[in-house]
């Protein structure tokens, strides 16, 4: 089985989720620059949901580039983070439109820590169907190190949204830095 | 004629079929967990589209990795199953927006029936424009009674829509379990 | 410079065309049967413009199949065919609304002629980079052949749309039919 | 690391692009020919960006084709690239459906000089991790040059704008010919 047409269809879901979260940020019909101002948290919430689909994506790249075997295992593992995945516009939407309000703060978190798990899946998938490949093992060490940690903080976030949303968007952004950083790692490692 | 366009070609479009279902969930403009409740048949419905187009997506996969020639009758075959499957999200946001009216879970199974058929040619239209492929006639012959079995499974749904549609429901989760299952054996006798 | 970017951008954006158009399909609010009637337009008018974009598709493939140098040239003229092309959608949902009114299907008819043309510019932007292909001149003058004679079809539906819209549905099918018969000859003729 | 992926991701999130932004062209629920009048805006506005989209993806597949290098840097650079192309949408329906208010060409010629100096973040990545390429080396000289001779128009439109949005639209399109006219020479260069 190929892993060409796994890695385009997977490119072409996570690009059309990227890009209709777009059709979201409906113009306003006024003329001036006030008129924006509504549509500062939609923007917000996109940017969040752009940047977590952008590392996913990333990450989703690393580490089919180094699987040598694909089955249906985890065709249907990647089938079912996708899922997960494509309900991020619908999140991204509802909390961008009310504002950052706390039950849709929550719910975003909630859909993130099942994305997470889903790709946690994905990668216990993958490691049992390519057990010898020794730069895989590697990577997956330390995507499943940094996806746990995300995880745990998607979970933070829940309590904390009850006392201030402006926090969980801090913390979101925390998960994108965790995931920054040792990615040049993983690329050395790699290397040598 | 090279088979890498067709298959990108089938994946853009059912990447972009599975993508704008979720168009349909539209985020309700409440505050409150409540808000969420009539999105649930919504949901349900999306949850059953997206797995069903999955499953096309996976027996394309792998129908098409042992297929050497492709000719415009292959194209055309493949063209019309797509555009029964294109039908799938009207289809589903019709079924969800209703909360599973007998009326619109009918229409649902009918276009069902239409994709199975659909599929249906494109196998035989494979078969008759690559007679002495072994690999590929082992997989056709299991993909072929799977194939019937399903769109007798929706056939039964038209009727039993109109005594209750959760049955309904439950006939097309089975669908996914006759093709979730026999999936391994094609894969074994792929090894051998 | 690579055919396989020029190919995978095509297939996008034709494949989003394609499926975007059935975003026009809304589904009625009412539960019975007689709420799809006023449907009916909107999804011949669908089947119509599906099948159109089929065999642009089918006929580009042909084409840059046997292409071997892909300057910046053929690079525009497929942008400038896509253009036209993504304005079918628009065409198409303008003329299923309205259940197929004279002075749109003059439109729908009009923006065929603009996409036949750009379709020319192509052959003809591709003949002169490809000088010395003789398979590709083989296809070239068929497809020629076959362009224009569809471009001649479009501009008598315009004036056939005046008087009855029903016999400019009917060309539009026998353009179908031009495009379909010849096909296998030129694939013979690969064979040879 | 394999560049394929990002050309494909890249591809598909730019065909998403270019076709949504056609959704913004509502069909009017009129049959006469003065229906479509308001809709010349959003036309205009609409090949304005489809042109400047298709100029990114040429120079874009010009410039990864000589790329053997490919680093997280570059995915990071491209996925910002693609940020702020991916607003172009939500930039050309405001500015099409007030018919080119002064406010809404000044946000459009804003989001212009982002996506200019986001594409020359890219140009740089890709100089630093590829440095001993000279092919590309010449290449990127070239898209230096102009990328910051377009940026120059868009700050010029900027205050233009405020006088006459008009003239605004004619330096649109002198970037267009800026971009147009010199890409056969670098195409002579590769091939020396």
Known sequence: MSKSRLEAFSDGVLAIIITIMVLELKQPHDTSWEAI???IPVFVSYAISYTIIGIYWGNHHH????????GSGILWANL????WLSLIPFATAWMGESNFDTTHVVAYACLQCLCGIAYFILLRTIQAT??????????????SRKGMLSILVYFIIIPVSFWNTAVS?????????????????IEKALKD
């Open 80 to 83: 079912h983070l996708l899922f």
């Open 130 to 143: 390519n057990p010898n490949n020794k730069t895989l093992t590697y990577a997956l060490q330390r995507q």
């Open 169 to 185: 968007v801090c913390l979101f952004v925390l998960v994108w830095i965790i995931w920054w950083i040792p990615d040049k790692n």
């Open 37 to 39: 101002k509504p549509l």
């Open 63 to 70: 580490l089919l580039h180094t699987v040598t075997k694909v």
